[in-house]
């Protein structure tokens, strides 16, 4: 049996559509850009239309760069390693319970790249507002964890400042100049 160059082309094509097609699949599983997942009483998901306040998208080329979360530290409040532990623990969840909600696509890119959480230090409250604004101008989820004052740090203190998950282009744009934690 002869097949024509013309054939294999046509199903080679067909083929490479389908993988492509089955990858971004795959990637964004049942949700797509816009929805929102919620969980109901029997903690199982339930998709939504999302609200509008929510500004931002996953792009065809997000879909293929790597994610994660940074967790920014205050330095000056001389937390010890065990509380900002805590801390940052709280900013994550923060923002996952978020990023769940409003952006399902990007919380499934994040976790296939390994969840990455890099925690990096700065010294006062202020850096850390206008990070958060900084944050929120480009539509990255963000959470301000204010301490509850019950062990070493005074009540409603911000102690972390949780970004993302998101690109890792988009966070470095924020967040790239400043040291590990």
Known sequence: ???????VKLLATGVL?????????GVLGPFAPGSVVAANDNNEYETESEDES?????????MFTEHKMILV????????KGK???????ATLGCYKKSIRRHP????LWERSGQPKITVQTKGE????????Q???????HCLVHDAGRTQIAAGSATVLGLGPAPKRKLDQITGDLKLY
Request: aromatic fraction near 2%; glycine fraction near 6%.
């Open 54 to 62: 929510s500004t931002e998208s996953t792009s065809l080329a997000d």
């Open 17 to 25: 559509g389908f993988a492509l097609g089955a990858a971004v699949v």
């Open 126 to 133: 202020e850096s850390l507002l206008i990070l958060q604004a």
């Open 84 to 90: 900002a532990a805590a801390q940052c623990c709280h």
């Open 105 to 108: 696509a990007v919380v499934k």
């Open 1 to 7: 049996m002869h097949v024509s160059a013309d054939t």
């Open 135 to 141: 944050a929120e101008s480009v539509g990255i989820t």
């Open 73 to 80: 530290v205050r330095t000056d409040l001389q937390m010890t």
